[in-house]
Structures are given as C-alpha cells and as structure tokens.
T-cell receptor, first 114, second 114 residues
C-alpha cells in the first residue's frame, strides 16, 4: 500500500541552524509531492509542491525541497531557521495516474529556540 | 478572496449522537476533501467530492458520510458517535479533483465526543 514516512517526529533547533526534514514515499509510479505547514493555532498551508521538471523546488519563506526519484524522497530544507518557523510540517504525495490517492505523512513538529 | 470556511469551530457531543459539519470551499473550487486529524494517526483521508459526486473514499466505517451541493459547499455527517471519533476534522478545497495542484485547508472543526 502507498505510504508516506516522515522519520523525524520532533526536531528542536536553535535559530540560524540549518533544517532538513525527511520524507519518503513508497509508490513507484508518477507522483506529485507537497509540503504543508501548520503554525500553532493556524490552519494547514501549502509550503511548496513538485509536479515535474527541476527536482529542486523553492517555496515560501525560504524553504526548498529536493525530489530524488531514485530514493523516493522529497526532503524539506531551509539554510537558516527562525523562531517563527516553529510549526508542524507535513509531507504529502499524490498519485498522478491510476486510482486517486493523496496521502499525508504523520508530520514533524519543529521547535526553534530563540 | 475568502478562504475555506468550516462551521462550527468546536463541538461537544455525547456517544451515540450524530453530528453534521459544514464546509464552504474557496469560490471557484469544485473539489472538497475531508480529513480526520488526530495526534496519533496524523491526517486520514475520509472522502472527496467533486461536482456533487463522491470521487474517492478512505477507510472509514459507513457511519461517516458526506455530500456536496450544487454550490460546491459540502457537509460531513457522523452517526452513532464513538469516543474515538474525537478529532479535528479538516476540509480542503482545490480547483480540480485529486488535489493535484495542492489543497487549501480550512481551520477545522474540533469534535469532542464524551
């Protein structure tokens, strides 16, 4: 069955540290990939998405993600985090063909210390 | 433009009762999907509606049902509530079916079953 794994459930970083959150999926076909963010007390927001083309995708607030097809991965990165990046981050995968499936990972809680 | 609106924001119900949640998508969005979010399970897909038709359904019992109206507004109903139904229920809209361009989420309805 298709699944999305986010191996880091909780991450604590100091401001200015670099961030990388892992996301792996298990579906072998063509997929669209997404990262969503949920700030405390706010609704889920789309951070960035990958459909095709350049595997390095840039999103809002300085975030980027790299699609590595051979590793079935779509890791989220940010060179220097800020206290305001404290949030929960969700990776999601959508099948392009076949039966529609849009699956979220279980999320990674990021806490940035000022 | 207005975002995805979910009502009510909070609900407290007793076991065995039923509940109806409402979602108004972004104007022009014809697809509405529902998710259940819990700390242990993350976001679990309930169903998607597009042009008043259910296009896909997750692995939830038949007590969970939904519908979509001609103006794209959607309702979700849960009958014979169980304690385990306590969760944040999220509605997400997108222009087309499958969420391929990414979802816009509402703030959710927090349901507590006592």
């Amino acid at each position: 069955a298709q699944s999305v794994s986010q191996h880091n459930h909780h991450v604590i970083l100091s401001e200015a540290a670099s961030l990388e959150l892992g996301c792996n999926y298990s579906y072998g076909g063509t997929v669209n990939l997404f990262w969503y963010v949920q700030y405390p007390g706010q609704h889920l927001q789309l951070l960035l998405k990958y459909f095709s083309g350049d595997p390095l995708v840039k999103g809002i607030k300085g975030f980027e993600a790299e699609f590595i097809k051979s590793k079935f991965s779509f890791n989220l990165r940010k060179p220097s985090v800020q206290w305001s990046d404290t949030a929960e981050y969700f990776c999601a995968v959508s099948r392009v063909s076949g039966t529609y499936k849009y699956i979220f990972g279980t999320g990674t809680r990021l806490k940035v210390l000022a | 433009k207005a975002g995805v609106t979910q009502t009510p924001r909070y609900l407290i119900k007793t076991r065995g009762q039923q509940v109806t949640l409402s979602c108004s998508p972004i104007s022009g969005h014809r697809s509405v999907s529902w998710y259940q979010q819990t700390p242990g399970q993350g976001l679990q897909f309930l169903f998607e509606y597009f042009s008043e038709t259910q296009r896909n359904k997750g692995n939830f019992p038949g007590r969970f049902s939904g519908r979509q109206f001609s103006n794209s507004r959607s309702e979700m109903n849960v009958s014979t509530l169980e304690l385990g139904d306590s969760a944040l229920y999220l509605c997400a809209s997108s222009p087309g079916t499958g969420g391929g361009s990414g979802y816009t989420f509402g703030s959710g309805t927090r349901l507590t079953v006592v």
